[in-house]
């Protein structure tokens, strides 16, 4: 099956049968308001780096939330 960063659309195949992981290596579901996205190895290390989303995620962040 194919995966795919919300991030910065970088897609992956990968088959969780033939590892037994439920995702790639490094990929990561992450809370970003309400929703669950997916995050590449890259992405979700800048997450990791920097204690912060990037500007894009920050957008969707901010786009998503209705409920003010
Ligand atoms: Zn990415």
């Known amino acids: 099956m194919q995966f ?3 991030a910065c659309s970088t897609k992956i195949e ?3 049968a ?3 992981e439920a995702m790639p290596k490094g ?9 669950r ?3 590449c190895k890259s ?7 920097n204690g912060e989303h990037s500007p ?3 957008q969707m962040l901010t ?6």
């Open 56 to 58: 894009y995620l920050k």
């Open 27 to 35: 990929w990561r579901m992450h809370q970003i308001g309400t929703s």
């Open 43 to 49: 992405c979700g290390s800048q997450i990791d780096f």
């Open 63 to 68: 786009t998503g939330k209705n409920n003010t």
């Open 4 to 6: 795919q960063c919300k």
């Open 37 to 39: 996205v997916l995050l």
């Open 14 to 16: 990968y088959d969780p």
């Open 18 to 20: 033939i590892t037994l």
